[in-house]
């Protein structure tokens, strides 16, 4: 049965209890939305890490007035680009300087790059810029934050993204995708192996995470069709725009709909007793499976060793 995810958080209070929360993404969509409920709950200090600094201003100016007489809210911006392993680095060490001694509590990753089909732009790395964004950055980002111990005892780690999708010919040394777009496949035919790559990948960093760091809580949730305040359907190539479009029609929400979800994984009052040992779910709280190829550790631990190479200092 489906989470009731808004009737799980009516009698939370974060208020005195001392957390640390860093939204990555959330200058806006459901990363913004995320941190909007946290404010309203009460917790102590919400960082939220962007591109966009008039943005992420205007969701820290909003938060301080969300947040309930007392809570003692800091709401604080870090501006970070994540589109190559040097800014990675970059926002983890801001991230750790913004936090100070305490570490994290409650650290999500929401932020999205527009999948591109054939109009990759390639990074400082070799990959491609969307790719580093989506999926890449949120192993740096968490391999960093969790070995430097920048993570408070028993932190939770989100990610809201497209998961539970395998693309078997997933290939450690084509990360790119290069070999399909070189064969000249097309541009809808490119965007489903593009996302359907993402989904491996964080499939299997997330199972890595839960059996190299136990001491520490790493989910993962679908969101679904989310319409966020600057979505678009230009970027999505031929017929896959109409797809989304219906889709959007039909069951697409709000983001402040739907941040009770993620939230509820983060603090739920009885979310222990609904989600169990559970970290893979659907846009509903569903339990939610690996892809075949995450399943196998062998090529789990292969992907791994490839991530750390790309994330190291050069």
Same mark, same amino acid.
């Given at each position: 049965?489906?989470?009731?995810?808004?009737?799980?958080?009516?009698?939370?209070?974060?208020?005195?209890?001392?957390?640390?929360?860093?939204?990555?993404?959330?200058?806006?969509?459901?990363?913004?939305? *995320?941190?909007?409920?946290?404010?309203?709950?009460?917790?102590?200090?919400?960082?939220?890490?962007?591109?966009?600094?008039? &943005?992420?201003?205007? *969701?820290?100016?909003v938060m301080k007035g969300l947040a309930p007489e007392g809570s003692g809210l800091v709401a604080e911006f870090v501006k970070a680009d994540l589109s190559d392993s040097q800014g990675m680095r970059d926002a983890a060490a801001a991230i750790q300087n913004a936090v100070g001694e305490k570490g994290i509590d409650f650290l999500? &990753?929401?932020?999205?790059?527009?999948?591109?089909?054939?109009?990759?732009?390639?990074?400082?790395?070799?990959?491609?810029?969307?790719?580093?964004?989506?999926?890449?950055?949120?192993f740096a980002l968490g391999y960093l934050l969790t070995t430097s111990n920048a993570l408070a005892p028993n932190t939770i780690v989100l990610s809201v993204a497209n998961q539970g999708v395998n693309l078997p010919s997933f290939s450690v040394d084509d990360l790119s995708l290069k070999e399909p777009f070189e064969k000249g496949?097309?541009?809808?035919?490119?965007?489903?192996?593009?996302?359907?790559?993402?989904?491996?990948?964080?499939?299997?960093?997330?199972?890595?995470?839960?059996?190299?760091?136990?001491?520490?809580?790493?989910?993962?949730?679908?969101?679904?069709?989310?319409?966020?305040?600057?979505?678009?359907?230009?970027?999505?190539?031929?017929?896959? =725009?109409?797809?989304?479009?219906?889709?959007?029609?039909? *069951?697409?929400?709000?983001?402040?709909?739907?941040?009770?979800?993620?939230?509820?994984?983060? *603090?739920?009052?009885?979310?222990?007793?609904?989600?169990?040992?559970? &970290?893979?779910?659907?846009?509903?709280?569903?339990?939610?499976?690996?892809? =075949?190829?995450?399943?196998?550790?062998?090529?789990?631990?292969?992907?791994?060793?490839?991530?750390?190479?790309?994330?190291?200092?050069?």
């Amino acid at each position: 049965m489906p989470v009731d995810a808004s009737a799980g958080l009516r009698s939370v209070s974060l208020t005195n209890q001392n957390k640390t929360a860093v939204i990555v993404g959330g200058t806006l969509g459901i990363g913004a939305a *995320v941190a909007r409920l946290l404010a309203k709950l009460g917790c102590s200090h919400i960082i939220i890490l962007g591109r966009n600094e008039k &943005r992420g201003k205007a *969701v820290v100016d909003v938060m301080k007035g969300l947040a309930p007489e007392g809570s003692g809210l800091v709401a604080e911006f870090v501006k970070a680009d994540l589109s190559d392993s040097q800014g990675m680095r970059d926002a983890a060490a801001a991230i750790q300087n913004a936090v100070g001694e305490k570490g994290i509590d409650f650290l999500v &990753r929401c932020h999205d790059s527009e999948r591109s089909g054939r109009n990759i732009v390639f990074n400082s790395d070799g990959h491609d810029t969307a790719f580093a964004v989506q999926a890449i950055s949120r192993f740096a980002l968490g391999y960093l934050l969790t070995t430097s111990n920048a993570l408070a005892p028993n932190t939770i780690v989100l990610s809201v993204a497209n998961q539970g999708v395998n693309l078997p010919s997933f290939s450690v040394d084509d990360l790119s995708l290069k070999e399909p777009f070189e064969k000249g496949r097309s541009a809808p035919s490119l965007f489903m192996y593009q996302s359907r790559r993402d989904s491996t990948l964080l499939d299997s960093v997330f199972e890595e995470f839960n059996i190299r760091f136990p001491q520490y809580r790493y989910y993962s949730i679908h969101p679904g069709l989310v319409k966020t305040e600057e979505f678009s359907l230009d970027f999505s190539p031929g017929y896959i =725009k109409i797809l989304m479009w219906l889709g959007l029609k039909l *069951v697409g929400i709000m983001p402040d709909e739907y941040a009770p979800y993620p939230v509820y994984i983060l *603090v739920g009052k009885d979310k222990e007793e609904k989600l169990g040992s559970r &970290r893979y779910f659907n846009r509903v709280l569903s339990e939610s499976k690996l892809g =075949k190829w995450a399943s196998e550790p062998e090529n789990r631990k292969a992907l791994w060793v490839k991530l750390e190479g790309i994330v190291a200092e050069k």
